[in-house]
């Protein structure tokens, strides 16, 4: 959202000629695809063509060439409207310079802080400091000779063959990259730890006390005692694993494991969650405590067996097979054990933790929390009320006095050798993610809290993006304010810091009015509502069947279906009838799955309008009488079949042959075309 971009001049030749590549690519994919019936020949020979500047012919598939024609439109619309606009570049000639210089400067690292939307320059050399510094800590990391992706690969498809669940193997055998690489690892730093770090510095340097206050709300000043004691803000350790060996097992296992997460007492799903608590909760004796805990390097310090022992318990709760359990017991576990990394140009194994950018790392550390908690809670003697948790972050109201709550904090902190929380609490006012709760003696209030190094900086109106981006920033954050602030008075308030600040970054104030006048249409109550809840799963997703298990008409086999949604791409889809129960379709498809699904209900609706139409076998068996597309059903069968193929968009039929034929043509009848 405050990424500045640059304007361009705009080359009307450079875009006609990518979109004519990006639509010949589009027709050599379709042209192409292995389910062509003469592709499956040996004999098969593409078209002899002058160089490599042969398209297949329009007329092929409806679909590309309806993409094909608009996109040449809108291309044309923006071609004219670009041409009547200036072209005069939104930075100054000293910026552009400026930008080149920053640009090719190695001794300097810019990087976003960790929280707050600054941007932080660092030296080359402090920046490569810290980041050794954390890498030479033996109990997380351990330096490796060469690069073991190779040797870890094997032993992912040994893995793969112990498996126990067929719908578990099959999926895993297709979420194996063939050309894996190592992770990369980097730091952000931790601007907002700042604040403490100078406290610090100040309290053992001078025997007068630190105006916490001052510090607190002070960026400027603080940044300033920083740079003169020399503090450098720690940096938070990430792994990036796009395009490792564990990314797309890591997604499945979390496929798996985040849809069952609001079950846990404490969960909080978000901000909008939290407020819907708060709100709900009976009013508040006037001696309670608010209190918050956070876990310390939490993604870090969670041993692999504890992690692992409690996911197993959490699955088995949810009456998930044992077999099934085991399986995903053996994946999460490979994908903690095989956290290979490089940094300057050191390869490096993670042993301890987890990354904080895999997919599961989320769902994993909020399950170990669950049952670290249960045992907490179970075994103090004095108990906290009201208790939620995000992740790693803890709220309870405490009605037991200060000396138990320092008791009580205590025993959290022996629970687990790895596990150590911080704690701040307060009987008026307290902060937890980007709310603050108040508490008047009886009643919980909400206001919107921002930490004091938030920059508080938003896209500048200069930037190179739509009108209409910037317009839905200032409201969605006008809608922000209104959903956390309880208090009218409170939500003016910030309404009007929250103006004053888009006035800075450039924007016009009628702009400003006329988006917040949109947001003051808006209702708390009705920003607070969870809409999920409210409307059910969209229309899409309710025609996905989600059982855990499965048995498709006209098959005795049990499937496993992992946790997908409409939005899941690259996955295998099977499709029958709610109506007659009679014979399935099973195709394949790379993009959002619901792009495929509206594909199939329009073919349906198409074909009842007018019965002379091309159309494909699931139409027609929804045009026979008494059949419609409400009694369209699906079942998501697994994911990651691009790893083995790179066609883009495929959906075959296993009577006639596929790309999915080798396993599921031998599990389960296809032929959705007779009722």
């Known amino acids: 959202m405050k990424s500045f971009c640059p304007s361009n001049k705009i080359d009307p030749v450079n875009f006609c000629h990518d979109l004519s590549l990006f639509n010949r690519r589009l027709r050599l994919g379709e042209y192409f695809k292995e389910d062509q019936p003469d592709s499956s020949h040996t004999g ?132 194996i990259p063939e050309k894996p690489r190592a992770a990369l690892f980097y730091t952000v730093p931790k601007l907002h730890k700042l604040p403490k770090l100078v406290k610090e510095k100040l309290a053992s340097s001078s025997n007068e006390p630190v105006t916490e206050v001052n510090l607190d709300l002070d960026p400027e000043k603080v940044s300033k ?31 798996v494991l985040n849809p069952l997460l609001p079950n846990i007492s404490s969960y909080v799903k978000d901000t909008t969650h939290f407020l819907n608590i708060i709100g709900n909760l009976p009013p508040i004796e006037p001696d309670c405590l608010l209190v918050t805990m956070d876990v310390c390097a939490l993604y870090s310090n969670i041993p692999h067996i504890d992690g692992i022992k409690a996911c197993e318990s959490f699955l088995e709760q949810h009456g998930k097979p044992g077999s099934f359990v085991n399986d995903i017991s053996s994946l999460a576990l490979f994908i903690l054990t095989h956290n290979n990394f490089t940094f300057n140009g050191k390869h490096y194994l993670q042993i301890k933790g987890t990354a904080m950018e895999t997919k599961m790392a989320p769902a994993y550390a909020c399950i170990f929390m669950s049952e670290l908690e249960r045992i907490i809670i179970e075994t103090a003697e004095l108990k906290p009320m009201h208790f939620f948790r995000y992740i790693n972050d803890i709220f ?15 025993h959290c902190n022996g629970i687990h050798e790895s596990i150590s929380f911080t704690w701040e609490s307060s009987k008026t006012k307290i902060a937890f993610l980007d709310v603050n709760v108040r508490f008047d003696g009886q009643n919980l209030t909400t206001s919107l809290h921002m930490k004091p190094t938030d920059n508080n900086k938003y896209l500048n ?38 103006a004053q600040r888009f006035l800075e970054s450039g924007y016009p104030l009628s702009l400003i009015s006329l988006e917040f006048k949109k947001a003051s249409k808006c209702s708390r109550a009705g920003l607070l509502i969870d809409r999920e809840k409210e409307t059910g799963r969209c229309q899409l997703c309710k025609i996905i069947d989600t059982r855990s298990e499965f048995t498709p008409p006209g098959s005795s086999v049990l499937l496993n279906p992992p946790s997908l949604t409409c939005n899941s791409p690259n996955v295998i889809y099977l499709l029958y009838c709610s109506k007659c129960d009679n014979g399935n379709y099973i195709g394949e498809t790379g993009p959002a799955f619901r792009l495929r699904l509206n594909n199939h209900r329009r073919s349906i609706r198409e074909l009842q309008e007018d019965p002379s139409k091309m159309s494909t076998s699931v139409a027609e068996h929804f045009s026979f ?51």
Not at 82 to 88: G, H, I, R
Not at 396 to 409: K, M
Not at 462 to 488: E, F, G, M, T
């Open 44 to 175: 098969f020979q593409p078209p002899k063509t002058k160089g490599k500047q042969w398209t297949p012919p329009s007329g092929r598939n409806v679909y590309i060439d309806q993409f094909v024609k608009a996109a040449r439109a809108h291309l044309d619309a923006f071609l004219v409207d670009t041409s009547e606009a200036t072209s005069t570049s939104n930075l100054s000639r000293e910026e552009q310079r400026s930008i080149k210089q920053l640009t090719g400067n190695k001794d300097l690292i810019i990087k976003k802080a960790d929280k707050g939307g600054a941007v932080t320059v660092t030296d080359t050399d402090a920046y490569i400091t810290e980041a050794e510094n954390q890498l030479s800590n033996r109990e997380f990391y351990q330096p490796l000779d060469s690069d073991p992706i190779k040797d870890y690969r094997h032993q992912l498809l040994e893995v793969a063959d112990q498996l126990e669940t067929d719908n578990v193997t099959y999926t895993v055998s297709t979420l």
């Open 396 to 410: 309870f109201i405490w009605p037991h006095g200060e000396t138990a709550l320092v008791e009580f904090i205590g």
């Open 625 to 675: 009488p008494g059949h419609t597309v409400e009694h369209l059903r699906c079942v998501l069968l697994a994911t990651g079949f691009l790893e083995r193929s790179h066609n883009p968009d495929q959906s075959v039929e296993l009577m006639t042959g596929g790309h999915a034929e080798g396993y599921w043509y031998e599990s389960l009848p296809a032929d959705l075309s007779s009722a």
């Open 461 to 498: 109106f200069n930037s190179n993006h739509p009108l209409r981006l910037k317009r839905s920033i200032v409201y969605s954050q006008a809608l922000r304010v209104r959903r956390i602030c309880s208090d009218k008075n409170d939500c003016e308030e910030h309404l009007g810091m929250l």
């Open 225 to 255: 005692l920083a740079k003169s004691f020399k503090i450098t803000p720690p940096g938070r350790p990430i792994i990036s694993g796009i395009g490792t060996l564990t990314e797309p097992l890591s997604g499945y296992v979390d496929s």
